[in-house]
Nanobody
Framework: VQLVESGGGLVQAGGSLRLSCAAS????????MGWYRQAPGKERELVAG???????SYADSVKGRFTISRDNAKNTVYLQMNSLKPEDTAVYYC????????????WGQGTQVTVSS
C-alpha cells in the first residue's frame, strides 16, 4: 500500500488549503483514512479521520474550520482547511488503517503546511 499526498504549501493566516492523499495497492473495502500533523518540538496529533462509511471525527482545535471527505472509488481522502492559523503550521501526514485479524497502518511521506501571521 502506498499513500501519496499533495496540496501543502505556504498561506497567510485566514487563508485556505486543500490536502489530498491517494492510496494505491491492496486496499480493503472497509478502512479508515485521515490526517495527523506534527509541529516542530511537538508530538504527532490526530487532526481528522473518516471511515469508508463516511463517519468523520475531528480534533477540537480544528472543528468548524477543517472538513475531511473521501472518494472511495479513488481511494482518496481530502482535507479542506479554512481559516488557517499560524498554530496550524506542521507537517501533515496521511494515514490508512485496515483491519484483518489485526490493524495494519500505512503512512504518507508528509506534506508541509506553513501559515504565516
Amino acid at each position: 500500500v502506498q499513500l501519496v499526498e499533495s496540496g501543502g504549501g505556504l498561506v497567510q493566516a485566514g487563508g485556505s488549503l486543500r490536502l489530498s492523499c491517494a492510496a494505491s495497492g491492496s486496499i480493503f473495502a472497509n478502512n479508515a483514512m485521515g490526517w495527523y500533523r506534527q509541529a516542530p518540538g511537538k508530538e504527532r496529533e490526530l487532526v481528522a479521520g473518516i471511515t469508508s462509511g463516511a463517519s468523520a471525527s475531528y480534533a477540537d482545535s480544528v472543528k468548524g474550520r477543517f472538513t475531511i471527505s473521501r472518494d472511495n472509488a479513488k481511494n482518496t481522502v481530502y482535507l479542506q482547511m479554512n481559516s488557517l492559523k499560524p498554530e496550524d503550521t506542521a507537517v501533515y501526514y496521511c494515514y490508512l488503517r485496515q483491519t484483518w485479524l489485526k490493524n495494519y497502518d500505512y503512512w504518507g511521506q508528509g506534506t508541509q503546511v506553513t501559515v504565516s501571521s
